[in-house]
């Protein structure tokens, strides 16, 4: 299934988040030289997130790149009061991902890469777990896929071309 990808206004503020960053080392004959890779999250708090890599001889420069990327990644997923839908389970190549929405003030029950990119988008409530891999790259990209994936009841309505009192009554 495609992402659909949003393009945003300049106006709107984007907050970013580094996930993880990694120190990557070239061997060559004048000896060792260090660069820095960075993922990073960016999002608006209200639905709508990108993910993006920056590699740079150093740290700031490479988060600084991993923002741009991200801001030319977005898509938009849907929230519902502070949680997601329904529940989804989406693989990444080896990362597995399980999400479940939550009553209100259960807070997030999520961890490392997949909380980043949770509360960029603007959940506050769900319920995640990580099975498989712990690579934060594949972590990332299997929850956005997730989030960019789930279809609430107006998109639903949408797609079968029919009211939303049709959509709750079958």
Do not use: C
């Amino acid at each position: 299934m495609a992402m659909n990808r949003v393009k945003i206004n300049s106006d709107v503020e984007l907050k970013d988040k580094l996930v993880a960053i990694n120190r990557v080392t070239k061997v060559t004959k004048g000896g060792r030289t260090f660069t820095f890779a960075a993922i990073v999250v960016v999002g608006d708090g209200n639905g709508v997130i990108g993910w993006g890599l920056g590699k740079a001889g150093e740290v700031t420069a490479a988060i600084a790149k991993g923002v741009e990327s991200a801001k030319k990644n977005l898509v938009k997923v849907p929230i519902l009061k502070g949680t997601i839908p329904h529940e989804m389970e989406v693989s990444y190549d080896g990362a597995k991902v399980f999400l479940r929405p939550a009553a209100a003030g259960t807070g997030m029950v999520a961890g490392g890469a997949m909380r980043a990119v949770l509360e960029s988008a603007g959940v506050t409530d769900v319920l995640a777990k990580s099975k498989g891999s712990s690579n934060p790259h594949n972590l990332v990209k299997a929850t956005i896929l997730a989030l960019s994936q789930m279809r609430d009841a107006y998109i639903v309505a949408g797609d079968r071309g029919i009211s939303m009192d049709k959509v709750f009554r079958g």
